[in-house]
């Protein structure tokens, strides 16, 4: 039975902008090998289990990845969203992770929603062309693709991958406006006082003839009822807005606007496709990665999480870079140790250390036999008669435990960035023009000097009819420059000719 778990929520913001992405992650997981019933389990203890390594989790049969993108509450344009397609369907993150998305044709695309198909991809060898001087490696040549774990181990499939991606904008709060407000203020009537009581003095000293004259100069008496009522009027006129405004914006949550237009929301996507790009490729790392530590990603600061654990941590086999590489290196060797081990185990231990650990050993495979839980196992080790499915089913779990947690390289991007815009109309004109001039420079430069001529004609008054002349000087010209190429040409056979009689 197929299980709905709730990966994680975040809301991330863009410290340009005033954008923000409230993000929420879903999977699709069912049981496929061993009795596990995930409907008894909470989604949490679901999401332990499949990141502690007891379990396997690997691809299911068909595995989908739903994209919701909704931009200020409105899907995003039928263009844009097939255009976002194409870049996820490109990024270079899935050549890292050995997975090939692709867009299905049977299903038709729906107003802000992206379906893609992702499979293992056919050309995923564990050779890479910087690996290839260790090609002689044990074990290099295993098919990535089918490593299974032993019958012991319980296999867990992952079905679908939904995002649902919200991209709201978000107002500044009022509240630092009318703080900014009171500041420039109180800054504007310390201005006041200071000019006030140093203008006046200055005046008294350097304008001292101006007072006989009978100019009206202004005094800090007359000036004081003007200061005290213009502060007064300010008052009065700026606290009503003041306390509305600060009324309405004791609201701590972020408002979004709609205050726009009904067919603006088109041109606006247009504008911020590139942003559009970046939150969606920041929300997909997000849910891969899924740490709380992580305080930014792309560029996105993490104001809230609760993701606990990234689809790297649950399904590292498809999630995580080279996790797959690494477990078909060492599990290739896996039914030799755990048959070796097996057959110790019967043994008599001459040290006391090692007599512990075989103990240790035959204990772990009577409690596998005693179980009843797994039935087509209990039939393999009665043929087999030893011990080495619980052996192996051990050394399975502590392969996945010992792997590194944290991948070597970083994960790419999950939109390819590198679209090429189609070339504007100008650029063509252009570029036609420069291929007309590599191909028939005399005729351009006759144009030319033929408008050069009629202008200059035009200026001057000197010559009734300029462009005829100029033709023929243009003509004289050319045909001197052409006669001056053959003979350079006949002058270096000539040269080459002496060359070859000299000896």
Same mark, same amino acid.
Request: hydrophobic fraction near 35%.
């Given at each position: 039975?197929?299980?709905?778990?709730?990966?994680?929520?975040?809301?991330?913001?863009?410290?340009?902008?005033?954008?923000?992405?409230?993000?929420?992650?879903?999977?699709?997981?069912?049981?496929?090998?061993?009795?596990?019933?995930?409907?008894?389990?909470?989604?949490?203890?679901?999401?332990?289990?499949?990141?502690?390594?007891?379990?396997?989790?690997?691809?299911?049969?068909?595995?989908?990845?739903?994209?919701?993108?909704?931009?200020?509450?409105?899907?995003?344009?039928?263009?844009?969203?097939?255009?976002?397609?194409?870049?996820?369907?490109?990024?270079?993150?899935?050549?890292?992770?050995?997975?090939?998305?692709?867009?299905?044709?049977?299903?038709?695309?729906?107003?802000?929603?992206?379906?893609?198909?992702?499979?293992?991809?056919?050309?995923?060898?564990?050779?890479?062309?910087?690996?290839?001087?260790?090609?002689?490696?044990?074990?290099?040549?295993?098919?990535?693709?089918?490593?299974?774990?032993?019958?012991?181990?319980?296999?867990?499939?992952?079905?679908?991958?939904?995002?649902?991606?919200?991209?709201?904008?978000?107002?500044?709060?009022?509240?630092?406006?009318?703080?900014?407000?009171?500041?420039?203020?109180?800054?504007?009537?310390?201005?006041?006082?200071?000019?006030?009581?140093?203008?006046?003095?200055?005046?008294?000293?350097?304008?001292?003839?101006?007072?006989?004259?009978?100019?009206?100069?202004?005094?800090?008496?007359?000036?004081?009822?003007?200061?005290?009522?213009?502060?007064?009027?300010?008052?009065?006129?700026?606290?009503?807005?003041?306390?509305?405004?600060?009324?309405?914006?004791?609201?701590?949550?972020?408002?979004?606007?709609?205050?726009?237009?009904?067919?603006?929301?088109?041109?606006?996507?247009?504008?911020?496709?590139?942003?559009?790009?970046?939150?969606?490729?920041?929300?997909?790392?997000?849910?891969?990665?899924?740490?709380?530590?992580?305080?930014?990603?792309?560029?996105?600061?993490?104001?809230?999480?609760? =993701?606990? $654990?990234?689809? #790297?941590?649950?399904? *590292?086999?498809?999630?995580?870079? +080279?996790? !797959?590489?690494? @477990?078909? /290196? &060492?599990?290739?060797?896996?039914?030799?140790?755990?048959?070796?081990?097996?057959?110790?185990?019967?043994?008599?231990?001459?040290?006391?250390?090692?007599?512990?650990?075989?103990?240790?050993?035959?204990?772990?495979?009577?409690?596998?036999?005693?179980?009843?839980?797994?039935?087509?196992?209990?039939?393999?080790?009665?043929?087999?008669?030893?011990?080495?499915?619980?052996?192996?089913?051990?050394?399975?779990?502590?392969?996945?435990?010992?792997?590194?947690?944290?991948?070597?390289?970083?994960?790419?991007? =999950?939109? $390819?960035?590198? #679209?090429?815009?189609? *070339?504007?109309?100008?650029?063509? +004109?252009? !570029?036609?023009? @420069?291929? /007309? &001039?590599?191909?028939?420079?005399?005729?351009?430069?006759?144009?030319?000097?033929?408008?050069?001529?009629?202008?200059?004609?035009?200026?001057?008054?000197?010559?009734?009819?300029?462009?005829?002349?100029?033709?023929?000087?243009?003509?004289?010209?050319?045909?001197?420059?052409?006669?001056?190429?053959?003979?350079?040409?006949?002058?270096?056979?000539?040269?080459?000719?002496?060359?070859?009689?000299?000896?």
């Amino acid at each position: 039975m197929a299980t709905p778990i709730e990966l994680g929520r975040a809301v991330l913001c863009a410290p340009t902008t005033n954008l923000e992405l409230w993000l929420t992650t879903l999977i699709t997981v069912s049981p496929q090998r061993g009795r596990i019933d995930i409907r008894q389990l909470k989604s949490s203890q679901i999401l332990d289990l499949m990141s502690t390594g007891h379990v396997w989790t690997c691809r299911g049969h068909v595995m989908h990845a739903e994209l919701h993108l909704m931009f200020r509450e409105e899907p995003l344009p039928h263009t844009q969203l097939r255009d976002l397609a194409e870049s996820i369907v490109q990024g270079p993150v899935w050549g890292q992770l050995m997975l090939q998305p692709s867009i299905p044709t049977d299903i038709a695309l729906e107003p802000g929603i992206i379906r893609l198909n992702i499979k293992y991809n056919d050309n995923n060898n564990n050779t890479r062309p910087q690996e290839e001087h260790r090609r002689r490696r044990v074990c290099m040549e295993m098919p990535t693709t089918d490593v299974q774990p032993p019958l012991g181990v319980p296999i867990i499939a992952l079905e679908t991958i939904r995002f649902t991606i919200e991209i709201v904008e978000t107002r500044q709060r009022t509240k630092t406006a009318h703080k900014r407000l009171r500041v420039e203020g109180e800054a504007d009537g310390h201005l006041l006082s200071v000019t006030n009581s140093v203008v006046p003095n200055a005046a008294n000293i350097l304008d001292a003839p101006r007072h006989e004259s009978g100019c009206p100069v202004t005094t800090p008496i007359e000036r004081k009822p003007m200061r005290s009522a213009s502060r007064s009027n300010r008052g009065k006129n700026s606290s009503p807005p003041l306390l509305s405004v600060r009324h309405r914006g004791t609201r701590r949550q972020p408002v979004i606007s709609t205050d726009l237009r009904p067919n603006s929301g088109v041109t606006v996507v247009a504008n911020n496709y590139l942003e559009v790009e970046d939150i969606v490729d920041a929300a997909l790392r997000f849910s891969v990665s899924g740490s709380s530590n992580n305080k930014s990603v792309n560029g996105l600061k993490v104001k809230a999480s609760t =993701f606990q $654990a990234g689809l #790297a941590d649950i399904a *590292p086999a498809l999630w995580r870079p +080279d996790y !797959l590489i690494a @477990v078909s /290196q &060492r599990a290739y060797l896996l039914p030799t140790i755990s048959r070796s081990l097996s057959q110790s185990a019967g043994m008599k231990a001459t040290s006391i250390s090692l007599k512990y650990k075989l103990h240790m050993l035959s204990k772990l495979s009577n409690n596998y036999i005693g179980d009843g839980s797994h039935q087509e196992d209990l039939i393999v080790e009665h043929i087999d008669g030893k011990g080495v499915l619980p052996i192996a089913g051990e050394l399975w779990k502590l392969l996945q435990k010992s792997l590194p947690s944290k991948p070597r390289w970083p994960l790419l991007a =999950f939109v $390819a960035t590198g #679209a090429c815009a189609s *070339p504007d109309s100008s650029s063509d +004109d252009m !570029l036609e023009e @420069v291929e /007309q &001039r590599i191909q028939y420079p005399y005729t351009s430069t006759l144009g030319a000097n033929v408008v050069l001529g009629s202008m200059e004609s035009d200026d001057e008054h000197l010559l009734d009819d300029g462009s005829p002349s100029s033709v023929r000087l243009d003509a004289d010209i050319s045909m001197q420059h052409v006669s001056t190429n053959s003979t350079c040409k006949d002058d270096s056979r000539i040269t080459k000719d002496d060359l070859l009689f000299d000896f």
